[in-house]
T-cell receptor, first 111, second 114 residues
């Protein structure tokens, strides 16, 4: 079993829709969480960090559920430009940082 | 500001050949990393360097070597390429430990070993 797992999708949604992705992690010592965005044939870029209390950045909301060991990303009012792959990143510090990238969830937003 | 620059952007390489992928950053970040990205597997860490003069092995180091002679450069060498090393390679850097700070990635090198 992978330490970080994501539904690969693809998620196909119309413009204006709300879509949510989950990412599960298996190591309870995980302490830092991030969402990165990767456009087709481009490099990953940080979208947002995920804080324990949940956080929002415009149309994007990230949440952490430590009890069930997953993080989520909610995108409201989807835009065509949101089409990308979203990578979940989980990190822990057990005698040195170990950071693991999920394989990503693909999102296609259609007109 | 260029950020992180990788070269070449793509390469077709004969099996058995030696190749060095170049990575340069101008952000004065202490930490640098090399990842490979394969379909369905996500980004996997090959080697890393927490500071100039030091390097460490990641998840998939076999067949690869790195050096960190200075802060800016972190080349990745394939001593004798094999087809399983066909992948997209990303160099990245961060100001602090990756678990605490943002990673900045280069544009990637698409390598095909035939």
């Amino acid at each position: 079993r992978k330490e970080v797992e994501q539904d690969p999708g693809p998620f196909n949604v119309p413009e204006g829709a709300t879509v949510a992705f989950n990412c599960t992690y298996s190591n309870s010592a995980s302490q830092s969480f991030f969402w990165y965005r990767q456009d087709c044939r481009k490099e990953p870029k940080l979208l947002m960090s995920v804080y324990s209390s949940g956080n929002e950045d415009g149309r994007f909301t990230a949440q952490l559920n430590r009890a069930s060991q997953y993080i989520s990303l909610l995108i409201r009012d989807s835009k065509l430009s949101d089409s990308a792959t979203y990578l979940c990143v989980v990190s822990r510090n057990t005698g040195g940082f170990k950071t693991i990238f999920g394989a990503g969830t693909r999102l296609f937003v259609k007109a | 500001i260029a950020g992180i620059t990788q070269a070449p952007t793509s390469q077709i390489l004969a099996a058995g050949r030696r190749m060095t992928l170049r990575c340069t950053q101008d952000m004065r970040h202490n930490a640098m990393y090399w990842y490979r990205q394969d379909l369905g597997l996500g980004l996997r860490l090959i080697h890393y360097s927490n500071t100039a003069g030091t390097t460490g092995k990641g998840e998939v180091p076999d067949g690869y070597s790195v050096s960190r002679a200075n802060t800016d450069d972190f080349p990745l060498t394939l001593a004798s390429a094999v087809p399983s090393q066909t992948s997209v390679y990303f160099c990245a850097s961060s100001a602090g430990p990756l678990g605490n700070t943002e990673a900045f990635f280069g544009q990637g090198t698409r390598l095909t070993v035939v």
